[in-house]
């Protein structure tokens, strides 16, 4: 590398451990430690530890006589919820910035560790090399000072963040004046429009107040766009709107993709009448492991909403989903069909919903089954807001496959089961991975071991091209019937997109 040039001249910069260069990064190597030989922050380094996506580069280097760096597990690893609070500290990272390795959601990636650093890393501090400077502003991070260094020949800039509350900044694109926006904007406004007028009649009709009003309609403007009624009586007339950018496909100029972004998010303020304050952003691109599952932030802030007669809490900026799955509003309402008198197993329950539903519905009991903490307690005061409570709504806290495998004493017990898994999890409190394709049925088969005689399970999966094994099922029990009810379960307003969820009712002749 060639002499740094310092972005001030009092900043100084001391390495605590080799920076890996992006070609030998094949995604994000960090190096950090428990104290830093930062000048500045008058810190001195007691212990290195390094990792990288490939073994082979995270090899320790030569600290010095007596002095090695101990390999640690990824940055994502070490950040689990499970795990003891790293001390304060220098996390050191370079991931890939789009030179030498391949164009993918480098834009998710950097959200990503910004997210990582927030939560995790809080009383950190935080050394970022990269060689696009417009990635680094993705972060939700305002650097404190930068140097310019080489990679070879191409240039980089090193950022310095400390992460604290102070330092968070948003990442919400600023909506774009009226007099600066191309022509496609106006084509925007008109499709926002015409799709205002064409659910009008059928939301009034259905008593709708949260729903998708745009879904990537014109592919310049890939977002989805959610609106959700305040149930709160003291402000009933308040709207949120929720805009979810779809992560550009690579070749796609992020300055572009961002400009579009800003228009986008000023035409869908001015045709719905809605203040900058009460608009909320997020990015949706494919989840691996419990990614879809992390906090995003930590505002706290949730609302009140309505929907087939109940109430729900939804939150709108720390998580990648707000709690109400709008594409699962008529498959609720059939759980809420088919629960009277029944006892009802919610596996995999999340933020509780299809529970209310069925409890609204008349469920003899209601059990919510969730590996995250987090989410029954979300699920418990979304039973309290509806008046339902006491010990015949449980919870339990637990692996579900785990869980069902167990769960012999309830053998026969459950009149109707609804699963809706993951695409795709892992925990370090789970016994292994699951992919719902791979696991669906051990999974089917685990649960209808629970089922009455004359009961029914709801299956469903917002897996894209999921191949459904029916003849195994069928195979393991003949007398199974099963009916795919996707197209019944898939409301107008997600019309534009009916592989968004598949849906199967179960039950025996």
Same mark, same amino acid.
């Given at each position: 590398?060639?002499?740094?040039?310092?972005?001030?001249?009092?900043?100084?910069?001391?390495?605590?451990?080799?920076?890996?260069?992006?070609?030998?990064?094949?995604? *994000?190597?960090?190096?950090?430690?428990?104290?830093?030989?930062?000048?500045?922050?008058?810190?001195?380094?007691?212990?290195?530890?390094?990792?990288?996506?490939?073994?082979?580069?995270?090899?320790?280097?030569?600290?010095?006589?007596?002095?090695? *760096?101990?390999?640690?597990?990824?940055?994502?690893?070490?950040?689990?919820?499970?795990?003891?609070?790293?001390?304060?500290?220098?996390?050191?990272?370079?991931?890939?910035?789009?030179?030498?390795?391949?164009?993918?959601?480098?834009?998710?990636?950097?959200?990503?560790?910004?997210?990582?650093?927030?939560?995790?890393?809080?009383?950190?501090?935080?050394?970022?090399?990269?060689?696009?400077?417009?990635?680094?502003?993705?972060?939700?991070?305002?650097?404190?000072?930068?140097?310019?260094? +080489?990679?070879?020949?191409?240039?980089?800039?090193?950022?310095?963040?400390?992460?604290?509350?102070?330092?968070?900044?948003?990442?919400?694109?600023?909506?774009?004046?009226?007099?600066?926006?191309?022509?496609?904007?106006?084509?925007?406004?008109?499709?926002?429009?015409?799709?205002?007028?064409?659910?009008?009649?059928?939301?009034?009709?259905?008593?709708?107040?949260?729903?998708?009003?745009?879904?990537?309609?014109?592919?310049?403007?890939?977002?989805?766009?959610?609106?959700?009624?305040?149930?709160?009586?003291?402000?009933?007339?308040?709207?949120?709107?929720?805009?979810?950018? +779809?992560?550009?496909?690579?070749?796609?100029?992020?300055?572009?993709?961002?400009?579009?972004?800003?228009?986008?998010?000023?035409?869908?303020?001015?045709?719905?009448?809605?203040?900058?304050?009460?608009?909320?952003?997020?990015?949706?691109?494919?989840?691996?492991?419990?990614?879809?599952?992390?906090?995003?932030?930590?505002?706290?802030?949730?609302?009140?909403? *309505?929907?087939?007669?109940?109430?729900?809490?939804?939150?709108?900026?720390?998580?990648?989903?707000?709690?109400?799955?709008?594409?699962?509003?008529?498959?609720?309402?059939?759980?809420?069909?088919?629960?009277?008198?029944?006892?009802?197993?919610?596996?995999?329950?999340?933020?509780?919903?299809? /529970?209310?539903? @069925?409890?609204?519905?008349?469920?003899?009991?209601?059990?919510?089954?969730?590996?995250?903490?987090?989410?029954?307690?979300?699920?418990?005061?979304?039973?309290?807001?509806?008046?339902?409570?006491?010990?015949?709504?449980?919870?339990?806290?637990?692996?579900?496959?785990?869980?069902?495998?167990?769960?012999?004493? +309830?053998?026969?017990?459950?009149?109707?089961?609804?699963?809706?898994?993951?695409?795709?999890?892992?925990?370090?409190?789970?016994?292994?991975?699951?992919?719902?394709?791979?696991?669906?049925?051990?999974?089917?088969?685990?649960?209808?071991?629970?089922? @009455?005689?004359?009961?029914?399970?709801?299956? /469903?999966?917002?897996?894209?091209?999921?191949?459904?094994?029916?003849?195994?099922?069928?195979?393991?029990?003949?007398?199974?019937?099963?009916?795919?009810?996707?197209?019944?379960?898939?409301?107008?307003?997600?019309?534009?997109?009916?592989?968004?969820?598949?849906?199967?009712?179960?039950?025996?002749?």
């Amino acid at each position: 590398m060639r002499v740094p040039q310092q972005s001030s001249a009092n900043s100084t910069a001391t390495a605590t451990a080799n920076i890996s260069t992006e070609a030998s990064a094949k995604s *994000a190597t960090t190096a950090s430690a428990n104290t830093a030989t930062d000048k500045e922050s008058g810190l001195s380094a007691s212990s290195i530890s390094m990792s990288d996506a490939d073994a082979g580069s995270s090899r320790a280097p030569n600290l010095g006589p007596g002095r090695a *760096a101990a390999p640690s597990p990824s940055a994502r690893e070490a950040a689990e919820p499970h795990l003891a609070p790293p001390p304060p500290g220098l996390l050191i990272t370079n991931p890939p910035y789009g030179e030498r390795i391949g164009a993918e959601d480098l834009a998710g990636l950097y959200q990503d560790l910004g997210a990582l650093l927030r939560e995790q890393f809080d009383g950190w501090r935080a050394a970022v090399l990269t060689g696009n400077p417009d990635l680094g502003k993705r972060m939700g991070l305002r650097a404190e000072r930068f140097h310019t260094l +080489y990679n070879g020949p191409i240039e980089c800039r090193l950022l310095h963040f400390r992460v604290a509350p102070e330092t968070h900044v948003s990442d919400r694109p600023r909506p774009l004046p009226s007099a600066e926006r191309g022509p496609g904007a106006e084509m925007l406004a008109n499709r926002l429009r015409k799709n205002q007028k064409q659910l009008r009649r059928w939301l009034e009709r259905e008593g709708i107040s949260c729903y998708r009003l745009y879904d990537a309609d014109l592919p310049e403007y890939a977002v989805a766009v959610d609106v959700y009624q305040s149930a709160d009586p003291a402000t009933l007339e308040r709207r949120f709107v929720l805009i979810q950018e +779809y992560a550009a496909p690579a070749g796609i100029d992020p300055k572009a993709a961002r400009r579009r972004l800003r228009e986008a998010t000023g035409v869908i303020a001015e045709q719905l009448a809605v203040p900058e304050s009460d608009l909320f952003f997020k990015v949706r691109r494919p989840q691996r492991g419990h990614a879809q599952y992390e906090r995003l932030g930590q505002r706290g802030q949730f609302h009140p909403v *309505a929907e087939g007669g109940l109430r729900f809490w939804v939150n709108l900026e720390d998580y990648l989903d707000t709690g109400l799955f709008l594409d699962h509003r008529d498959t609720r309402r059939l759980i809420g069909q088919l629960a009277e008198g029944r006892h009802m197993l919610n596996l995999f329950g999340y933020t509780g919903t299809a /529970s209310c539903y @069925a409890a609204s519905g008349g469920a003899r009991s209601t059990t919510t089954i969730d590996l995250s903490k987090t989410y029954l307690d979300w699920a418990q005061r979304n039973l309290s807001l509806n008046g339902f409570g006491g010990k015949r709504h449980q919870m339990i806290q637990a692996d579900c496959l785990d869980w069902l495998a167990k769960a012999r004493a +309830y053998q026969g017990y459950f009149g109707l089961i609804f699963l809706d898994p993951p695409t795709f999890s892992t925990s370090k409190r789970m016994r292994q991975s699951f992919d719902v394709e791979r696991d669906q049925v051990e999974l089917i088969r685990a649960a209808l071991a629970l089922l @009455a005689p004359d009961g029914e399970l709801v299956f /469903s999966t917002n897996k894209r091209r999921f191949r459904f094994d029916e003849q195994a099922l069928g195979d393991a029990d003949p007398t199974l019937v099963i009916d795919d009810i996707s197209a019944q379960t898939l409301p107008k307003d997600f019309s534009r997109n009916p592989h968004i969820h598949r849906c199967w009712r179960i039950r025996w002749r």
